[in-house]
C-alpha cells in the first residue's frame, strides 16, 4: 500500500480529549474523528492545524503505529475477506450489520462496507471472487450509491491502535490490578469485575474495544507520542498569546488536580 501526498493545503482542528472518571466509557465520537483526521492529514498531507495547548498535552499513538494501521484499497486489488476484517477490528473498526457511522465496517456475502473517519461518506466494495470488481461511495442513511471511485483511503478509527506488546501488557496490568484491589464492598467488586473483566476478555480475543483511552495508562510510554511529535523539522509553529497559555494551563493542572484529588 502507499499514498497518494497532496499539496493542497487543508485546515483541520485538533481537540483536546475529554476528561473522565475511571468508570465512564462515552465519548464524543465528533471530536475523536477531528483528532483522527488531523493526525492522518500530517503524515499524509501539507495541512493548517488549529489546536489548544492542552491538545498538544494528550498522549496519541506513535505517529509510526498511525500510519502502519493505515492504507489504501484499491481497484482491482485481491482481496481476503478475513484477514481485511481483522485489520480493520485491530485499527478500531467496529463490525456492524449495517454501516451508519465512521468508525464502522460491515460485511455481507462479498460486498464490505467501510466508513473511516476521515471520509465524509462512507465506501461499498464488492469483489468478484477474491477481486475488487467495484468500490462505490453510497449514502449512510439510504444506502445508495452516490459514485464510483479506484480506492479507498482507510485511516485508523482509533487513535490508540494497541500492538501485540502494548495489549500483553494492558491484559497483565488489568489482570493485576484486579486481583489486588482492596475494595472490599462486595457489590462494587462484582461490577468492578463485570466491567473490566469484559474488558480483558475483548483484548484477549482481540475484539472491537470501545474506548481505549481507558487503557492509556497501562501503556508503555515509550509507544506514546502527544501531537507535537506528529510535526518535522520544517513545520511552522505560531503560538497565539503564550502568556496566557501558560498560566491557562497551570490553572487547568490545578483544577485537574483538585477534581481527582482521593
Known amino acids: 500500500y502507499y499514498y497518494r501526498r497532496t499539496q493542497v493545503p487543508c485546515q483541520y482542528f485538533f481537540p483536546k480529549k475529554e476528561d473522565f472518571f475511571y468508570n465512564s466509557i462515552a465519548r ?21 492545524i488549529i489546536t489548544t495547548a492542552e491538545a498538544c498535552l494528550d498522549k496519541l499513538v506513535t505517529k509510526d503505529n498511525f500510519d502502519l494501521n493505515s492504507f489504501i484499497i484499491e481497484f482491482s486489488d485481491i482481496i481476503e475477506i478475513g484477514e481485511l476484517s481483522k485489520r480493520l477490528i485491530k485499527s478500531g473498526y467496529e463490525n456492524v450489520p449495517t454501516v451508519e457511522g465512521k468508525g464502522q465496517f460491515s460485511v455481507r456475502g462479498g460486498i ?14 464488492e469483489l468478484f471472487g477474491d477481486e475488487i470488481d467495484s468500490i462505490r461511495i453510497f449514502d449512510p442513511i439510504s444506502q445508495r450509491s452516490i459514485e464510483n471511485v479506484e480506492y479507498v483511503e482507510v485511516s485508523p478509527a482509533i487513535q490508540n491502535v494497541l500492538d501485540g506488546e502494548d495489549r500483553n501488557r494492558v491484559i497483565e496490568s488489568l489482570e493485576k490490578e484486579l486481583n489486588e484491589t482492596k475494595i472490599k464492598d462486595s457489590e462494587i467488586l462484582r461490577k468492578l469485575n463485570e466491567k473490566f473483566g469484559n474488558l480483558i476478555g475483548k483484548l484477549k480475543d482481540k475484539l472491537y474495544v470501545k ?27 505560531f503560538v497565539d498569546e503564550p502568556r496566557r497559555i501558560e498560566e491557562g494551563i497551570a490553572e487547568k493542572y490545578k483544577d485537574f488536580k483538585t477534581r481527582f484529588a482521593d
Open 28 to 48: 464524543s465520537l465528533d471530536s475523536s474523528n477531528d483528532q483522527i483526521k488531523a493526525l492522518w492529514a500530517m503524515i499524509h498531507k501539507s495541512p493548517i
Open 211 to 237: 474506548n481505549t483511552d481507558l487503557l492509556i495508562p497501562y501503556i508503555n510510554e515509550n509507544n506514546l507520542n502527544s501531537l507535537l511529535d506528529y510535526i518535522d523539522t520544517e513545520t511552522l509553529v
Open 112 to 125: 464490505i462496507d467501510i466508513f473511516p473517519p476521515i471520509s465524509e461518506n462512507p465506501y461499498r466494495i
